[in-house]
């Protein structure tokens, strides 16, 4: 089983007299240097897109943005675009749907996304608590008597700004007369309602259709239940029915006239209208993977408008729904993928650590052979110690080995998840709930993998990566192999070792006696070269001279 040590000193050891004088100031500029660059990561991180043209957004005329809430108006579409531009200011745009965008006017400093809601000859924006009223090309602001909560949804009825104000407890609609908010007191929905999913968590949705006002639920994006309010501003229990949805992700809107349920899934919109009491599919169209979106009437009964984006790129898209052909009208901004640039960004943030981590081992290597002693005896016996450089790419084989299964799934399962944010019908693959036991199998095999290592390095002294590089793990006394319960010790506590991107265990390599770091001062092992001649153990029978004692 080998020798389970807690000793913090061998028998026989050298220590460095330079090693608390230039040694120290030396190696302590090369870690502090480490971890400013380690703590820059970050940043490294973020100017990855730079190089792949994702902040080409800042120096373009009509940059798109983020795209939030739109409206259909005067026959353009408005839209609300925010980035880091402007000092986070937001932008009101407008396009036609055959021409580019036009930034119209730079509304403020948005805390929310801003909901928009349209009249004939005027449309009003809506940011937690402020309105904002956009008429003959000029934005001002609406001053009210109260603040309403801001879950609130605003809609216009009859003309004149409206809402459903959403408390904890009670759900009120409320009108806006001469600024002044008033309650249809007897209009009150608490949560109870004879649908059973119906919460507080549920998300409420109001549409208007002529004199028409319709309240829906939508809950964890499966299921929908819907009311029409009557003219006395009731809404009985049993007047709620449900809505067929199926989809990812579920919208509302007003199309032609009539209320009407969007879904999204796989690359696919399908468009469901009420038409009396009853539920009707439209629209069937295969699109790319879409996130946010808003659809319109079109210029014909039969026809749609559909703007939509992709969070985090800079790319609006409007196109034409007849029936189930869909055709784009305009393009605005350029196509990126978030989802590639954020793979992209993540390889090269760990190209530039382990960059840094071969640096850092390079120099501290060089520092340690010219101050720290570079030999170790037991019983007459001298070995060398392995340096910081062999013991960081011995461990790097070792990390590539136990994560291979891990990082073969991750590959297939990034292909296959990009493929599915495109559009692509690629079935239930890539389903979180078949996703995840091939991630746990993964794991499991990669945990058996780091097992066998490390009893491979309790019985022989090495590890895959230890083989490659030449070097050995042994007890301290004895220079023996260490056995398999400190082999499990050392490897467990690199836990420790690995705190702020593995400095902690240099630190303990290169200032403690011993090039031992923590996971080797409570397991009794050091770790040393193999020796080209000597014993089988890698005892060498040079002298303490010929070593550089």
């Given at each position: 089983?080998?020798?389970f040590?807690f000793?913090?000193s061998g028998?026989?050891e050298y220590?460095?007299?330079?090693a ?31 190089f ?17 809430n739109?409206?259909?108006?005067n026959?353009k579409i ?12 937001c932008?009101?745009?407008s ?5 580019n ?7 403020g ?24 009223e ?7 602001d ?25 408390t904890?407890k ?42 028409d006002?319709y ?5 964890k ?16 229990p ?5 809505v ?8 509302f ?5 009539k ?10 919109v ?13 629209s069937s169209?295969?699109?790319?993977r ?7 009437s ?6 749609m408008?559909?703007?939509?984006g ?10 034409n ?6 055709s784009?009208i305009?393009?605005?901004?350029k196509?990126?993928e978030?989802?590639?640039?954020q793979?992209?960004?993540n ?5 530039i ?18 101050y720290?002693?570079s ?21 790097g084989?070792?990390?590539l080995?136990v ?11 990034s ?14 693959l890539i389903s ?19 097992v066998?290592i490390w ?20 007890n301290r006394?004895?220079l023996l ?14 836990i420790v ?16 006696t ?12 050091i770790v ?12 060498s029978?040079k002298?303490?001279e010929?070593?550089?004692?």
């Open positions: 089983m080998g020798n040590s000793r913090m028998p026989e220590v460095s007299p330079k608390k004088g230039d040694f120290t100031r030396e190696a302590g500029i090369v870690i502090g240097a480490a971890l400013v660059l380690f703590f820059m990561l970050p940043f490294f991180a973020f100017f990855i897109y730079a792949n043209g994702y902040f080409d957004i800042f120096f373009e005329e009509h940059a798109t943005g983020n795209f939030h739109s409206v259909f108006f026959g408005w839209y609300i675009t925010s980035f880091l531009k402007k000092s986070k200011k932008d009101l745009v396009l036609e749907p055959s021409a965008a036009q930034p119209e006017i730079v509304i400093n948005f805390l929310s996304y801003p909901e928009l809601f349209a009249d004939k000859d005027r449309f009003f924006i809506v940011d937690l608590f402020r309105i904002k956009f008429k003959d090309g000029t934005l001002k609406i001053k009210t008597d109260r603040q309403l909560n801001y879950l609130s949804k605003y809609f216009i009825f009859k003309g004149e700004p409206a809402a459903l104000e959403i904890d009670e759900q009120y609609f409320c009108f806006l007369k001469d600024g002044k908010w008033k309650k249809e007191e007897s209009f009150a929905i608490k949560p109870a309602l004879n649908v059973p999913w119906v919460k507080s968590d549920c998300q409420t949705h109001v549409l208007t259709a002529g004199n006002i309240l829906f639920y939508s809950h994006s499966r299921e929908a239940a819907y009311c029409r309010i009557n003219n006395d501003f009731t809404c009985k049993e007047d709620w029915k449900m067929p949805v199926e989809g990812n992700y579920i919208s809107a007003t199309v032609n006239g209320p009407s349920v969007i879904n999204t899934e796989k690359g696919r399908t468009v469901t209208q009420l038409d009396g009491d009853q539920w009707k599919e439209i169209v295969k699109t790319g879409i996130y946010d979106f808003n659809i319109f079109g210029k014909n009964p039969d026809e408008l559909l703007i939509w992709n969070t985090g790129s800079n790319n609006i898209e409007v196109d729904i007849k029936g189930d052909v869909l784009q305009v393009s605005i901004g196509k990126y978030p989802l590639k640039l793979m992209i960004s390889i090269f943030t760990i190209s650590e382990i960059i840094i981590l071969t640096a850092v081992l390079v120099l501290l290597s060089g520092v340690m052979k010219k720290k002693i030999a170790y005896t037991v019983n007459g016996s001298v070995v060398t110690f392995a340096s910081l450089m062999q013991r960081g790419f011995a461990r084989i070792d990390v080995i994560y291979l299964p891990i990082l073969i799934c991750f590959i297939i399962y292909k296959q998840y990009l493929e599915f944010m495109e559009g692509k019908d690629i079935g239930d979180p709930l078949m996703i995840f036991p091939v991630m746990l199998v993964s794991m499991a095999i990669a945990a058996v993998i780091a066998i009893l491979m390095e309790g019985k022989w002294g090495q590890t895959p990566g230890k083989m490659v590089i030449g070097i050995k793990t042994v006394e004895t192999p260490c056995g398999p319960i400190s082999a499990i010790v050392r490897n467990l506590l690199f070792d690995g705190i702020i991107h593995f400095l902690t265990g240099i630190f303990f390599i290169a200032f403690f011993n090039r031992q770091r923590f996971g080797d001062i409570i397991a009794g092992t040393i070269e193999k020796q080209a001649s000597g014993s089988e153990n890698g005892i029978e002298s303490e010929e070593a550089g004692v």
